[in-house]
C-alpha cells in the first residue's frame, strides 16, 4: 500500500501539470476539442486525487490532513472538484488555466515535501473531525474561487473600460458569465463553511464536553462567516451586481484570510496539533 501511495504521489503532479497545459493551450487557442481534453484530464486527476487519500487514509488509519503538506494536497483537491463543477455548469472552460495553476503548484509542494507516517494523536482518526475538516475545506476553497473570479471580472471589465480588445478579452468569458461564477462559488462556500464551523462545535461538544471553547482560532472563524454572510445578505437585499459585488467578494474573502492568519499568532489553540 505505501509502495502505491508513493507512486501516485509523484504521479498526481504530473498529471494536473499536463490539465494545466492542455487548459493553457485552449486559453490561448481557443481550440474546443482541447479544452474537452483538458476537462477530461482534470477529471482523471480528481479521481486518482480520491484514491490517494483514501489509501492513505485506510493504511495509517487517519483523515489525511494531519500536516500542512497533507492539506495543501486536500486543498488542491477541493479546487479541483468545485472548479469543475462550476465549469460544468457554466459549460466554459477558459477560466480552467488560472485554477489549474494553483492547484498545481499545491500539489506540487505538496508531493515535494510531504511525509508519509503514522501521527500519534487519536484526533486525528475521529471521524465527526474528518467531516469538520472536510467541509471547512471545501468552504474556504470555494470562497478562494470566488474571489479568483471576481479579480477575472475586474480585469475584464477595465480592459473593456480602456477599449483593449486584446488576451484578456479574447480569453475570458463574459462578464455575466463570471459573474454567475463567483455567485455560484461564494453561496457554495458559505454553506460549506458554516457547515464545517457547526460540525466542528458538535464535534467539540461529543469529544471534550463543551459546545464552544475561548479559543481565538474558532472565535475568529465564527466571526469572520458571520460577517461573509452578513455580506452575501446585503449583496441580495441591495441588488449588488457587478464591479460591486466583485469588490465585496474580493474585500470579504481577504479580510476572512487576514483574520484568521492574525489567530495563528495570537494564541496557543488546540488546533495545533495539526
Known amino acids: 500500500m505505501i509502495l502505491f501511495i508513493h ?20 486559453f490561448f487557442q481557443n481550440t474546443s476539442k482541447i479544452g474537452e481534453y483538458a476537462s477530461r484530464a482534470l477529471l482523471t486527476a480528481i479521481v486518482l486525487h480520491l484514491v490517494y487519500l483514501v489509501s492513505q487514509g485506510v493504511h495509517f488509519r487517519i483523515f489525511p490532513v494531519a500536516t500542512i503538506f497533507a492539506s495543501m494536497s486536500m486543498f488542491a483537491l477541493n479546487i479541483s472538484v468545485i472548479y469543475l463543477i462550476i465549469e460544468r455548469i457554466s459549460k466554459d472552460r477558459k477560466t480552467g488555466i488560472f485554477f489549474l495553476i494553483i492547484i498545481f503548484c499545491f500539489q506540487l509542494c505538496s508531493s515535494m515535501l510531504i511525509t508519509f507516517e503514522s501521527p500519534t494523536n487519536s484526533i486525528l482518526s475521529n471521524s465527526m473531525f474528518g467531516i469538520h475538516t472536510t467541509l471547512t475545506l471545501f ?37 455575466e458569465t463570471l459573474e454567475n461564477m463567483s455567485r455560484y462559488a461564494t453561496g457554495a462556500g458559505i454553506i460549506f463553511l458554516g457547515a464545517g464551523l457547526f460540525t466542528g462545535h458538535l464535534w467539540s461538544y461529543k469529544v471534550l464536553g463543551y459546545f464552544f471553547k475561548y479559543d481565538v482560532k474558532i472565535i475568529a472563524s465564527d466571526v469572520a462567516w458571520f460577517f461573509y454572510l452578513f455580506g452575501w445578505i446585503l449583496v441580495k437585499i441591495r441588488h449588488l451586481h457587478g464591479l460591486k459585488m466583485s469588490r465585496v467578494a474580493i474585500g470579504g474573502f481577504l479580510a476572512f484570510i487576514i483574520i484568521l492568519f492574525v489567530a495563528n499568532f495570537v494564541d496557543t489553540t488546540f488546533h495545533s496539533f495539526i
Not at 11 to 22: D, F, K, S, T
Open 7 to 26: 507512486s501516485v504521489n509523484v504521479l498526481l503532479p504530473l498529471i494536473y501539470g499536463v490539465a494545466l497545459g492542455m487548459y493553457a493551450w485552449h
Open 139 to 175: 468552504g474556504v476553497s470555494a470562497l478562494a474561487i470566488s474571489a479568483l473570479y471576481s479579480i477575472m471580472y475586474l480585469m475584464l471589465a477595465k480592459e473593456i473600460k480602456r477599449h483593449r480588445f486584446g488576451l484578456i478579452y479574447d480569453g475570458l468569458p463574459a462578464l
